[in-house]
């Protein structure tokens, strides 16, 4: 039986956190996740939220602008781009594509992503795509 199931049931009984806890023998933080859809889709909004502020606030730190054109104006249109393509640590997602540097920090976290984005220049959607154009 899926954990999920197991705390629904449980919570549908009358029983605490705690007390779930102690049957279960799992977290407390396990439990408010499971206890019902409304925790889960709370908790999503703020993951999401922060990998946003996490990108917001390394395009900030690595000049936010485009370092051949200066373009500066909208900060999705910025992209981390490897200086150096042979250096680049290869993350991997089903179906064998490679993962961009922004998607590192949902997937292996903000510590995979900060090293990858150290070897990387931002670029602007226009220059990006000239520089992998030719």
């Known amino acids: 039986m899926s954990t999920r199931i197991e705390?629904?049931?449980?919570?549908?009984?009358?029983?605490?956190?705690?007390q779930i806890?102690?049957?279960?023998?799992?977290?407390?933080?396990?439990v408010y996740w499971h206890a019902n859809e409304k925790n889960r889709e709370y908790a999503r909004s703020k993951r999401r939220e922060n990998r946003a502020k996490f990108v917001v606030e390394q395009k900030a730190l690595a000049g936010g602008k485009?370092?051949?054109?200066g373009y500066a104006k909208c900060l999705a249109a910025l992209h981390f781009h490897?200086?150096?393509?042979?250096?680049?640590?290869?993350?991997?997602k089903r179906g064998g594509e490679g993962m961009g540097v922004t998607n590192l920090s949902r997937s292996k976290g903000q510590k995979y992503a900060k090293i990858e984005i150290e070897k990387c220049e931002l670029l602007c959607a226009n220059c990006h795509a000239e520089e992998h154009w030719g």
């Open 66 to 69: 485009c370092c051949r054109c």
């Open 21 to 30: 806890c102690a049957e279960l023998g799992i977290s407390k933080s396990c």
């Open 7 to 18: 705390v629904e049931a449980l919570r549908q009984d009358g029983k605490s956190y705690n």
């Open 82 to 92: 490897h200086k150096d393509p042979s250096a680049k640590t290869r993350y991997y």
